[in-house]
């Protein structure tokens, strides 16, 4: 009997996270849970997030790999990063937060459009926002889904969709991330966020910066919210940016967040490259110095062999290997094949195509329910 492959260890594994994740759903919508009080919430949220999002991922594909969490964690990317790519992944996150506003601003107005009501939060009113409660909600909104969603889908499914090649890795993850929320209001942005951090975590080879930027783009808002209440700096932020733009001309509103976001979506990419060069790109350099300094030709290893003008050549068969290995070295240390190497078997992907047909089913049955 083969092994059981990552791929198929991942399906199951992220199915059985689903699941649970859509009966608490169930549950709540029920209210079975209501005896919790106003503590409801808090206690739902600590459970999907530890116990789904973190545990589930971690002992499972541990279990079925048969191998030390140790090994599962150096799987999900448990690299460190220094000082300065931390201080990098912070400002992706406050462009990342920022750029939000525009997407999600914009797939609300396209499915407004085919009649969908967005609900309204049930109408609570704050009539006080502490700072004991500004701090929990960072801890359920914020540093929770930052530490726990990343280990589930950064870490497990990245790990699991490894040998389908950078492209379909970013896609088909970032796709479970969005429908992993099992909202239509939160599908589009949340997809194109997944990919944004599958593609830092790749490049990066490492979780942490999807971490910090998951992060910060749910921590702003949380500050934002706890600002608002209680009249600190930037807590009128998204109102004045509101009123600013329904009180303009519509065609220069319109020209000046354009040009917000065209100069946002180049310093994002530049934040990225100097991202890469902190990260992946020090390591391959630190790779590629090592590996000249033991097999760059010289007069003690190789003979010297001269052509017609008396210039000293490498022997042919190193020159290939040299030119064959320094194109190899990068694609192959960032962590992941830029190419399929594998095509899973049908009985592989059960589990994903399990997983996709439930949580599909879910949202789009919630897109129905908005338009009713």
């Not at 796709?175 to 966020?193: D, K, P, R, T, V």
Request: hydrophobic share 50%; net charge positive; with cysteine.
């Amino acid at each position: 009997m083969k092994p059981r492959t990552d791929f198929f260890n991942a399906g199951l594994t992220y199915y059985v996270l689903i699941i649970l994740f859509v009966l608490v759903r169930i549950s709540t919508a029920v209210d079975l849970f209501s005896f919790l009080g106003d503590a409801e919430s808090y206690i739902l949220n600590g459970l999907i997030q530890i116990g789904f999002m973190f545990l589930v991922p971690v002992v499972m594909f541990t279990l079925l790999n048969k191998q030390s969490f140790k090994t599962t964690f150096k799987d999900f990317r448990f690299n460190k990063i220094n000082f300065k790519s931390v201080l990098i992944s912070i400002g992706i996150g406050v462009l990342v937060f920022l750029l939000n506003i525009a997407v999600s601003s914009f797939f609300s107005f396209i499915l407004q459009l085919f009649g969908y009501n967005y609900s309204t939060g049930g109408g609570t009113i704050i009539t006080s926002y502490p700072f004991w409660m500004f701090l929990v909600n960072l801890l359920i909104t914020a540093i929770l889904p930052g530490f726990c969603e990343e280990v589930a889908h950064r870490g497990l499914l990245l790990r699991g969709f490894k040998d389908l090649g950078m492209k379909k890795a970013i896609i088909l993850s970032a796709l479970l991330f969005g429908l992993m929320h099992l909202n239509i209001e939160q599908f589009f942005y949340a997809s194109i966020i997944g990919a944004l951090l599958a593609f830092l975590t790749i490049s990066t080879n490492s979780i942490f910066p999807a971490m910090i930027v998951h992060f910060m783009n749910n921590g702003i808002s949380v500050y934002l919210d706890y600002a608002g209440a209680n009249n600190l700096f930037l807590g009128d932020f998204l109102s004045e940016i509101s009123s600013a733009i329904t009180g303009s001309n519509f065609f220069v509103a319109m020209l000046i967040i354009l040009l917000v976001l065209i100069a946002a979506i180049f310093l994002l990419v530049w934040l990225i490259y100097l991202l890469f060069k902190q990260t992946t790109g020090k390591r391959i350099g630190n790779l590629v110095k090592d590996f000249k300094e033991q097999f760059e030709p010289n007069a003690q290893t190789y003979a010297k062999q001269e052509n017609a003008e008396g210039a000293l050549v490498q022997p042919e068969s190193q020159t290939s290997y040299l030119k064959e290995v320094s194109l190899k070295i990068p694609v192959e240390y960032i962590g992941i094949n830029i190419h399929q190497t594998r095509k899973p078997a049908f009985k592989e992907k059960i589990f994903l195509y399990s997983t996709l047909i439930l949580s599909i089913g879910v949202t789009i049955s919630t897109f129905i329910w908005g338009t009713l």
